[in-house]
């Protein structure tokens, strides 16, 4: 299914840039270029906007936010809209900290982002527009048919898709949903899972900006099967959290056709969408 | 002995604030999530009281030091000082730097520091007031006599448990003396393992704030013998410098009582404390 | 050959102050410990200047500038230049951002650096004196005499050694050329190979500062050796690119004297000489 994605991103070897976290922004860089794309990293608002227009692709990561980042990101993110080039925006904390709230809410109102990739309790924030949680991780928000009708609210109000990550993965364009079931429970064990799938996020989109729905799920699928990989050696050497962050960028980069369509856990969900997209 | 520090983390999962350096900061999230924590990240002044108030510990680390980051240390040692919640400060090449001399002295000066974990050099630095070592690392400074004498008169002036690694490692109340032996040499051939250490103690301490001596100990005790466990499994593997830095992360992460207790070599030193206190 | 540069960094534990790039930041301390050099990075311009005076060299890596990066870069390259420590320019990405080849200018221009380390695209930038390529990654620019030719007429204009990397890699010091064929092409889809290589150059440079051209052609060959070590021991193993940069740094720190003269691949390069350098 995914097969023109990883190809496109082989023939092309989309440039992203992407305005990131400094915690995880060297695994951020690795797995771009695991996947075959091409990373560049710059967030001084002194050659952010002319960074963006050279490049297939922007990623925006709220994490460790600062007004100097914050200016250069909508700078960069302007200028994607104008050129047509995917945004991804990954709300990092936004659930802890108004501040990130505000700075997510500026760049949606803007409508420049196309895809918003976060966890439970981020796009919870954003659909009900204040903070709330503790810290960075997931916590469960509410039942999953509330969650899912807040996505595609969401969706549709900003005209992106929203992919959100947990256990169960859920992607939607306000309309399609699909449910991804791969990943690891080691992946909450490492810093920067959630960022580096944003990030692979962007060069799957970069590749393939006519499909972005595809492209998404591409990337959730990459990585949640990566992390089962990684998963599985880890255990079976007696690794622990570290060797397995390796082995997650390793079968990234060792990723193809073959063990992707072997491996993804991917659905779509239709049974209760009329009643979801109801109201 | 730490059996009841190791089922707090795991039990309450506390959330900790970093305020820290670069260089290291990825590892520093990772030991904290391995150890069973859940860390954040945050420096920009316009967020990082409210992000404290949220957490249960918060860790400051002088590495790379700029205004911005002074700044937000500030607001957030107040607000972890109003809320009585344990701040870590590690004053990173404090012995080289003026200007983060100054800055740990005025967080040290606003009393709201509860543990201060540095090396030899840094330990010294803070102790005599001026900078004067080389670099960020620990040269050895006078006696070991007059290096604890100098722990205890820093930790009672700022009612702070200080905690100086090395090759043997001193930790004081300003009363009661622990020593401990764990660690391997390579420790000082991979950068931010001091870091690491801090993030670790911050992660101990926010689990359990009644007995701070005793997480700082945990800490020393759990970071020392994931160093000579990953010391001793990388040289059977003949791997180097950076295959050790994942052993040490992966063995934080599969750190138990049984481990702990097993290997831990701490002792209460007792014998020369009245003439070393007696001034 | 270079025995006698392993031997002063092992001796003297040069301190070298790094004002660099937060995406390979770890990465860069890690190899510097790993090859026995003292890394200490501080980008402020509140201490920059101090640090430097302290240390045995200066690197400044250009990826992800910012005007404070920029202001601690001005008084640190002063410093270094005024007590003529070794000073080492990474022109990152700057083919791609006319903010970046300003500051390398005006670096340059100073006077005070006495390395150039990039790859063919940001060679060429600075040699052009405009920006052009697109991202940070190499892109073939003009023939290979044309390459040397403007290699050469940099290093005279600023009196500094040009070392240029790709699949050959090329040294000179505007008359001697060193010709260097080792590496692995798993290099290029790890972040930081380049950067890690102008650290490890820091320190080489600060352990021989008679013998730059040496210290340089030491520096590129410990790196393309461990790379290719690495390389051959990852596909053994069935690793990705993760394993590959665990393996790079690790050989780093086991590199000696033996392991070196084995496998490096270095030859001079004279018989064009004449007609390349003629006008």
Redesign the interface.
């Known amino acids: 299914m995914f097969g023109s994605v990883l190809q496109k991103i082989r023939e092309s070897r989309p440039?992203v840039h992407a305005i990131t976290n400094?915690?995880?922004?060297?695994?951020c860089?690795?797995i771009m270029?695991?996947a075959g794309g091409?990373?560049?990293?710059?967030?001084?608002p002194?050659?952010s906007a002319?960074?963006t227009a050279?490049?297939d692709g922007l990623v925006l990561n709220l994490?460790?936010?600062?007004?100097?980042k914050k200016e250069a990101m909508r700078t960069s993110a302007a200028v994607a809209a104008e050129c047509g080039k995917p945004v991804i925006l990954d709300p990092v904390?936004v659930g802890?900290?108004?501040?990130?709230l505000e700075t997510a809410a500026e760049l949606l109102n803007s409508m420049a982002v196309s895809v918003i990739r976060g966890n439970a309790s981020e796009i919870s924030a954003l659909a009900r527009g204040h903070a709330q949680s503790?810290?960075?991780?997931a916590v469960l928000q509410g039942e999953p048919q509330t969650q899912l009708r807040r996505m595609k609210e969401l969706s549709r109000k900003y005209s992106a898709i929203v992919v959100q990550t947990g256990e169960t993965d859920l992607l939607t364009d306000g309309e399609t949903v699909y449910e991804i079931h791969n990943g690891d429970p080691m992946m909450?064990?490492?810093?920067?899972s959630g960022c580096m799938l944003s990030a692979l996020t962007g060069v799957c989109c970069a590749a393939d900006p006519e499909h972005l729905l595809e492209a998404c799920a591409c990337a959730v699928c990459m990585m949640g099967l990566a992390g089962e990989l990684s998963g599985a050696e880890t255990a079976a050497r007696g690794?622990?959290?570290?060797?397995f962050?390796?082995?997650?960028?390793?079968?990234?980069?060792?990723m193809n056709e073959e063990i992707l369509n072997g491996g993804m856990k991917l659905e779509m969900r239709s049974d209760d969408d009329a009643a979801v997209c109801g109201n």
Request: proline share 3%; charged share 20%; glycine share 12%.
């Open positions: 440039l400094y915690v995880t922004i060297n695994d860089a690795n270029l695991a091409s990373p560049i990293m710059a967030d001084a002194q050659e002319q960074i050279a490049c994490g460790m936010l600062n007004d100097s904390g802890a900290s108004p501040y990130r503790r810290g960075v991780d909450k064990l490492v810093t920067g690794g622990g959290t570290a060797s962050r390796v082995g997650l960028i390793d079968w990234v980069s060792k």
